[in-house]
């Protein structure tokens, strides 16, 4: 029951926080084509090589970040699956020796 409530709730969140931010990104459409429009074809190809440029640090970053968090999980993964190994075969000495 909590944890529907928790669902509905975040969902919630998103739909709010997605028509909040929709009037910003239908007017920066707007203007930046308005701008690629009325500049020359060299000013529009540096116009894309600049949103290129611009895009490849955060795309960077956020790949070795999810790429980190996926490699810190498996290696947590394995070692509690070697704690619980380890303790099961020391449980298992334990009731052999009573």
Do not use: H
């Not at 929709?22 to 007017?27: E, G, H, I, T, V």
């Not at 440029?53 to 999980?73: D, E, K, N, Q, S």
């Amino acid at each position: 029951m909590r944890l529907a409530g928790l669902i509905r709730r975040v969902a919630l969140l998103v739909l709010l926080l997605g028509l909040w931010t929709a009037p910003a990104f239908s007017q920066g459409c707007a203007m930046c084509y308005a701008a690629a429009k009325g500049t020359p074809k060299e000013g529009q190809r540096a116009l894309s090589r600049a949103i290129l440029i611009l895009l490849v640090p955060p795309l960077g970053v956020m790949t070795v970040g999810v790429g980190c968090a996926f490699r810190y999980g498996k290696r947590r993964d394995m070692d509690l699956d070697r704690e619980s190994e380890t303790d099961q075969s020391l449980n298992g000495n334990k009731d052999l020796n009573d």
